[in-house]
């Protein structure tokens, strides 16, 4: 082990893994790159490091300045860390939703922590991006990251990320097939997923989207949802970001937040690996990816921040029951239980099939929306009566021609283990819930049908 002259000099060089337990033998062998190991607790490390360096020898950042960044607090670390140990003063602005760990961390290392509301538009001057800027704005001679749009973010895994899992790939006599990682500011799977690609060309780019960002919807559909709030911190998005660079993905897969809890606390008492909830994200759609390929296959996912940050949050257990999540059938049940053994048929449409086609479809069966679905019955986007019978009306459409002009993208997902009392906010949005189990459709969920099961559970009692 060399002698480093500061922990600066520590940042890097993190473990590659196999995961034993939580994949099962005969499935693709997954390699998990734990990025909680670095000195600051997450991948942000490496990222900072190039930025805050490259900053400097360029002139942006001088001697007795300030740092000012809108974090999840990630970033922060990485930031307050280096920032300590080449004496610069940190302003950080974070969303409410952060759990008081990450808060007191950044405080630890000298940083001052603005906290602001969490469920405001990322272009609200209350949010953490806008209160971010207006303090670089007022402090004079600041130096803002712009982790979200800088090209850098990209560039420092490309440059330092990338090539160090290949190195591992490599010295350990394999090759890769799966990439998989989280998307929040898009740097890692832009970078690091660029430069495995050019040096595995067979491997495939998979990005990881909780359930309430927009990256997923926009990759399928190019057009952007309304977000919503979810638990699980540092992943995902409200807004698109510049550092994300969708060419680089082959695909992207939703997961929800008992998903991701659930794994990463399977993987801190499974395999000893005490990772954050994006690292539970990431792993949950590796596992499911390498029981889809079988035997033969390699899969590396990235564990980008320590359990540490979420004590308590998602590893404590009453936190997880009072959320819902360690016991999710609440009074209502859940929406495997609305469904009971039924499983009423689903009709469904390819964006490529002609308005006609869908208007036969609704008149046959009587109903007014169709689910859009692409290979492997994945759905991507929603057809609704009302839209193409106003397109219709507008002249902007015609029958013979394909749906995706008209279709919009999905708003109300929900899984078999969501709680039927979520339907009621969905339902303020949205006239159906899409049901999938895993990646896939695999039922609807109306409001009548709501209705009906609510009035079977009453008239039984």
């Avoid at 337990?21 to 997954?30: I, L, Q, R, S």
């Avoid at 009302?386 to 997902?413: F, T, W, Y």
């Amino acid at each position: 082990m060399p002698v480093f002259a500061n922990i600066l000099q520590a940042i890097g060089n993190t473990p590659l893994v196999r995961l034993n337990k939580v994949v099962g033998p005969e499935d693709a062998a997954v390699y998990a790159k734990c990025e909680f190991l670095q000195p600051g607790g997450s991948i942000k490390d490496r990222m900072a490091l190039y930025i805050l360096d490259k900053a400097e020898k360029a002139g942006l950042l001088k001697p007795g300045g300030t740092i000012v960044e809108n974090t999840s607090g990630n970033t922060g670390m990485g930031v307050a860390l280096w920032a300590a140990v080449r004496g610069y003063r940190c302003i950080f602005t974070m969303p409410d939703k952060m759990s008081t760990e990450k808060v007191n961390a950044l405080k630890a290392f000298g940083a001052e922590v603005v906290v602001t509301p969490t469920n405001v538009p990322a272009e609200d001057p209350r949010s953490y991006y806008e209160t971010a800027k207006r303090i670089h704005r007022e402090t004079p001679g600041s130096f803002m990251l712009n982790q979200y749009h800088n090209q850098d973010n990209i560039e420092a895994h490309y440059r330092l990320t990338g090539p160090e899992i290949e190195k591992d790939v490599r010295t350990a006599g394999m090759s890769m097939d799966f990439f998989v990682a989280g998307l929040g500011t898009g740097g890692t799977m832009s970078g690091a997923g660029k430069y495995l690609k050019e040096k595995f060309p067979q491997s495939r780019n998979i990005g990881v989207d909780p359930e309430g960002s927009v990256y997923l919807d926009y990759f399928k559909t190019h057009k952007l949802i309304q977000p919503h709030v979810y638990k699980v911190e540092g992943i995902g998005e409200d807004m698109l970001c510049k550092a994300m660079d969708f060419s680089v993905l082959d695909d992207a897969r939703r997961v929800d937040d008992k998903q991701s809890f659930t794994m990463a606390r399977r993987l801190a008492r499974e395999e000893g690996l005490f990772a954050g909830g994006s690292s539970g994200a990431a792993v949950h759609v590796a596992v499911d990816l390498a029981r889809e390929i079988g035997k033969g296959k390699n899969i590396v996912v990235v564990l980008p921040d320590s359990g540490s940050r979420y004590i308590t949050k998602f590893y404590s257990d009453e936190w997880m029951k009072d959320n819902g999540f360690v016991d999710p059938t609440d009074r209502l049940g859940t929406v495997a239980d609305l469904l009971g053994g039924k499983r009423p048929p689903v009709y469904t449409v390819l964006a490529n099939d002609t308005a006609k086609h869908a208007v036969d479809l609704m008149k046959e069966h009587g109903i007014s929306q169709l689910p859009v679905i692409e290979q492997g019955n994945r759905p991507i986007a929603m057809l609704h009566e009302v839209d193409l019978l106003q397109a219709l009306l507008e002249g902007r459409h015609k029958l013979n021609e394909p749906i995706s002009a008209v279709m919009k993208p999905l708003a109300g997902i929900v899984t078999l283990r969501t709680p039927v009392s979520r339907l009621k906010e969905l339902f303020a949005t949205d006239h159906v819930a899409i049901v999938k189990d895993g990646d896939q459709l695999c039922a609807i969920v109306t409001k009548i049908d709501l209705i009906d099961w609510l009035g079977t559970r009453v008239s039984v009692r």
